[in-house]
Antibody
Framework: EVQLVESGGGLVQPGGSLRLSCAAS????????MNWVRQAPGKGLEWVSY????????QYADSVKGRFTVSRDNARNSLYLQMNSLRVEDTAVYYC?????????????WGQGTLVTVSS | EIVLTQSPATLSLSPGERATLSCRAS??????LAWYQQKPGQAPRLLIY???NRATGIPARFSGSGSGTDFTLTISSLEPEDFAVYYC?????????FGGGTKVEI
């Protein structure tokens, strides 16, 4: 069974940093591209970042470009999101997500999410 | 960026009725559109990928159609567990984008 478990969320002041992790199990992690998607309280879904299997191709939403860095460790079956220069508007539940096997960039598997709150 | 506009924002229906949800793209999304269902406190659930393909375990009452800029999710006969928020998402171009959602309420 595919499992994705996020961790690392919490309360941070504006301008601060936080590192999120996503532990993957139940599939060959190194064979799959991964993504981060977030959802502000009471709002819709926003795609944040993409990383391919070998960390060669990486994409970011404009709203986080230059502040967030996605990475992965295939030996540890883990995905990361380093978030710097955090803003109040970054407050959200952050999900890691894996694609459906029959397509690209459409997400069959999601973690439970980790809440990031940016507030003074 | 491809902007996805979902309508209506809220759909008020009764169990057993047919639900028709719309997603319009600001430029062609080709056939690369997905639909998700989300209930309060839960992660989204993939229903339909690439316009019309049901994801694993999704009941046949959910169907998707469309192409280019106009897409539709149809729920043929609403079950009590179908009352939720639905999002469309395109993968035709970076950045990946989601629509603003349609809430299907009783």
């Amino acid at each position: 069974e595919v499992q994705l478990v996020e961790s690392g969320g919490g309360l941070v002041q504006p301008g601060g940093s936080l590192r999120l992790s996503c532990a993957a199990s139940g599939f060959t992690f190194s064979n799959y591209q991964m993504n981060w998607v977030r959802q502000a309280p009471g709002k819709g879904l926003e795609w944040v970042s993409y990383i391919d299997e070998s960390s060669y191709k990486i994409q970011y939403a404009d709203s986080v470009k230059g502040r967030f860095t996605v990475s992965r460790d295939n030996a540890r079956n883990s995905l990361y999101l380093q978030m710097n220069s955090l803003r109040v508007e970054d407050t959200a539940v952050y999900y890691c997500a894996r694609r459906h096997d029959g397509t690209l960039h459409q997400f069959q598997h999601w973690g439970q999410g980790t809440l990031v709150t940016v507030s003074s | 960026e491809i902007v996805l506009t979902q309508s209506p924002a809220t759909l008020s229906l009764s169990p057993g009725e047919r639900a028709t949800l719309s997603c319009r793209a600001s430029q062609t999304a080709r056939s690369y559109l997905a639909w998700y269902q989300q209930k309060p406190g839960q992660a989204p659930r993939l229903l339909i990928y690439d316009t019309s393909n049901r994801a694993t375990g999704i009941p046949a009452r959910f169907s998707g159609s469309g192409s280019g800029t106009d897409f539709t999710l149809t729920i043929s006969s609403l079950e009590p567990e179908d009352f939720a928020v639905y999002y469309c998402q395109q993968r035709s171009a970076w950045p990946l984008t989601f629509g603003g959602g349609t809430k299907v309420e009783i």
